[in-house]
């Protein structure tokens, strides 16, 4: 495989034998390989133990499992998508591709808007623009799709303001990028890559963090179809759509189901629905403060925002790292007892047990010890006791009658007395 790999383009999953997300997505990986296999892909699907093969795995870069890449040629691509069928196949499908896919005609360009839900087009001849296009989308690819196509043949109510230029479709309308608004174009198109509303889970979510924008999120219960459910969706989504001009370079829209995710992140428990604002560069997040009844209200929460005047809580300082670490402490031995009361027992309660038993033994100990000098003290002291008696003549007397009254095991412990005394 190393010496004939950059004979084909390989679609591989790194995983350990231990690992459990890798027995999980095995089933997966193997419904990929059985239908790329069928369409005719030229991409080849396989997997490879990292453990039993770590120089290899160590080559490519693998630091956990499971570990999808797609090798072609010289480069390997990481997949970082959900482990599903289809994402995996788009994802195989996009980046074994050709890096820009030329629109040769309106018809093509309408079947692609058709396909994709965001596309970048670079429009117009060789440039150093064009170059740092291709530059980007050899980096990006593997998020998304990089055309070309000559102005001719987009749409009629695109109006570009001069040529060559980079444009973003999507949210049926469209964004030109200029240089001296959006800085460097490889973070313009990492933050407008996703569409200007989204259903946000923990992954999309760290996904986002790359983008720089605040991202604001309804948090509701999607099965509960209750009036407040769907009027803060719904404000949101007006937001999203009528107001995008305004906030589509700062905000990310969106709704997200249930706050198990949000309140593990925010440390906090939220009562749903509600609105929070996420600043996913440094952990800080608003809560409006007060009730949301328009789009209207929704705006001016965004433009405190804007401004400075909203309250931002959280962060990623000193404190609330420490915070941060109690409370995920905290979830785990909860999780832990939750999920499974023996076990939880057994992992906390055994060393709880061991330390308890070490600390008495230390404690058993120093007291034993403390007893024992108290008594040879005491002991002394009643040795000194008797030679203020009487005269050492007559003490010598009381020893030599007591010598021969006493046995054998009693001379001993005499003897060992009157060592001490001396």
Request: proline letters at 4%.
């Amino acid at each position: 495989f190393k010496e004939n790999r950059k004979d084909d383009i390989w679609l591989v999953d790194f995983y350990a034998p231990w690992c459990g997300h890798c027995k999980k997505l095995e089933p997966v990986w193997n419904e990929v390989g059985i239908e790329m296999k069928n369409m005719g892909s030229p991409v080849k699907v396989g997997k490879m133990d990292a453990t039993s093969f770590s120089s290899i795995a160590s080559e490519f870069g693998v630091r956990g499992y499971p570990t999808i890449k797609l090798l072609k040629g010289d480069l390997a691509y990481n997949y970082r998508g959900p482990r599903t069928k289809d994402d995996i196949i788009e994802f195989a499908n996009r980046v074994a591709g050709p890096l820009i896919r030329p629109l040769p005609s309106q018809h093509m360009f309408e079947h692609v808007q058709k396909r994709h839900r965001v596309l970048f087009v670079y429009v117009g001849g060789e440039s150093p623009l064009k170059e740092k296009y291709i530059e980007v989308a050899s980096e990006l690819i593997v998020y998304t799709y990089f055309f070309s196509a000559s102005e001719d043949v987009l749409p009629e109510y695109v109006t570009l303001p001069e040529l060559p230029a980079v444009v973003v479709f999507k949210d049926g309308t469209y964004f030109v990028y200029d240089e001296y608004e959006d800085g460097d174009l490889s973070s313009w198109i990492n933050r407008e890559r996703f569409q200007g509303y989204l259903h946000v889970d923990g992954f999309t979510l760290y996904e986002l963090g790359d983008t720089g924008k605040l991202v604001a999120i309804a948090v509701i219960d999607d099965k509960n179809s209750s009036v407040e459910h769907t009027r803060l969706k719904s404000i949101i989504q007006e937001v999203a759509r009528d107001y995008r001009d305004h906030f589509h370079r700062d905000f990310q829209f969106g709704h997200m189901d249930g706050n198990d995710y949000i309140n593990s992140l925010l440390m906090d428990d939220l009562t749903i629905p509600t609105i929070v604002v996420l600043n996913t560069s440094n952990q800080q997040y608003f809560l409006p403060d007060r009730h949301i009844e328009n789009t209207e209200d929704m705006v001016q929460f965004i433009n405190n925002i804007l401004d400075g005047t909203a309250e931002a809580q959280g962060g990623d300082g000193v404190l609330q790292r420490i915070k941060r670490i109690i409370y995920d402490a905290k979830s785990t031995v909860v999780s832990v007892f939750k999920s499974s009361p023996l076990l939880g027992c057994f992992l906390f309660g055994l060393p709880l047990g061991v330390i308890s038993i070490m600390c008495y033994g230390i404690c058993t100990a120093d007291t034993d010890g403390g007893m024992d000098e108290n008594e040879a003290t005491k002991k002394e002291n009643g040795d000194r006791e008797l030679t203020d008696e009487g005269s050492e003549e007559e003490q010598e007397e009381e020893k030599n009658e007591n010598y021969t009254e006493l046995s054998d095991g009693e001379l001993k412990q005499k003897n060992i007395l009157e060592k001490k005394k001396d």
